[in-house]
């Protein structure tokens, strides 16, 4: 059954503005300044974040009430809430809380409101909570211009899937060697890493270009001759995903010369634990919602077929 655009139910994605997170950690708002002012920081900072994201709140929900059917989640809640296909979904908060918030979804629109504009750039927060109601009307008849993302999907060999809209890692848990199989195309490589970053065209801007960055400034210090312009990060919505390995130590048993390449959808890139307690993927820099990925495990990681919806 169809559901009407003024019936369509609108999910809100909240997030714990940084002075939540340190009342949770020390009980009261007292000893949470007393914390802060001991470390010599400013935190009046703090008060004033946790202000204009109340405010920017208050406004979206008034928003939300006019609109009828709505409801409200916390971004530790998403990995087990069930959004139904006809949902409306608005993410407040960063760019981070869109990105974690999109893996999440099965194609619904998200609207990104940017809570405060004077403190963060939003790349992917192209609205303000106040325009969210001249915004629904559009969105809920599909009225509304959207933008494509392309997400990355790492699946196990127990077939647990994880997908990250930036970019996910693949290595040790902590500061340790990554070891494992790497496979891409005719070419397999026993590696000894940091681990591995494979990014999507829209993390190709952020975490992969900083580590393209740094191996061509190592490369100059050596005397190579290099261009930082070489590097063109993809569109958004481009179906390939970028790898790169970070750090790879050649020994007797490991190689480096798989370190770089793209992924194409049916194509994908093949990882083999080797890691006997501490291999992880993550996504997105969400550490604490990772998969376990230890030794005799494989990933296969390509796009994933699912793609999301960025309203413009």
Do not use: C
């Not at 979206?60 to 971004?75: F, H, N, P, S």
């Not at 106040?130 to 392309?150: F, Q, S």
């Amino acid at each position: 059954m169809t559901t009407a655009a003024s019936d369509r139910r609108v999910v809100l994605v909240t997030r714990r503005t940084r002075l939540d997170t340190l009342i949770a950690r020390h009980n009261t708002l007292g000893q949470a300044r007393f914390y802060v002012e001991h470390l010599g920081a400013d935190f009046s900072d703090y008060l004033k974040e946790n202000e204009a994201y109340a405010a920017s709140l208050r406004v979206t929900v008034q928003a939300l009430q006019a609109w009828g059917r709505y409801q409200i989640v916390d971004r530790s809640l998403l990995a087990n809430f069930v959004f139904a296909p006809s949902d409306i979904v608005v993410a407040l908060g960063q760019d981070g809380l869109v990105a974690n918030t999109m893996k999440y979804l099965e194609g619904q629109p998200l609207v990104g409101l940017n809570p405060e504009p004077s403190r963060w750039d939003g790349v992917l927060l192209p609205f303000q909570p106040a325009d969210l109601a001249a915004i629904l009307p559009g969105v809920a008849a599909d009225r509304r211009d959207t933008r494509t993302v392309t997400m990355a999907e790492a699946r196990l060999s127990d077939g647990q899937v994880l997908r990250a809209v930036n970019d996910l890692f693949v290595g040790p848990r902590s500061h340790t060697s990554a070891l494992y199989e790497l496979s891409h195309g005719s070419t397999t490589e026993f590696q000894s890493s940091s681990g591995l970053i494979v990014s999507t065209g829209l993390g190709s801007t952020a975490w992969l270009k900083s580590i393209v960055t740094g191996s061509l400034a190592i490369a100059r210090s050596l005397g190579a001759s290099t261009d930082d312009e070489d590097y063109q990060p993809m569109p958004w919505e481009e179906r390939a995903l970028v790898f790169a390995v970070r750090e790879p130590f050649p020994t007797r048993t490991s190689q480096a010369t798989l370190v770089h390449g793209r992924v194409l959808a049916g194509a994908p890139l093949r990882v083999r634990s080797r890691m006997p307690d501490n291999g992880v993927i993550f996504s997105d820099g969400m550490e604490a919602d990772h998969l376990q990925f230890t030794a005799g495990m494989e990933a296969r990681i390509e796009p994933s077929r699912t793609t999301g919806k960025l309203v413009l």
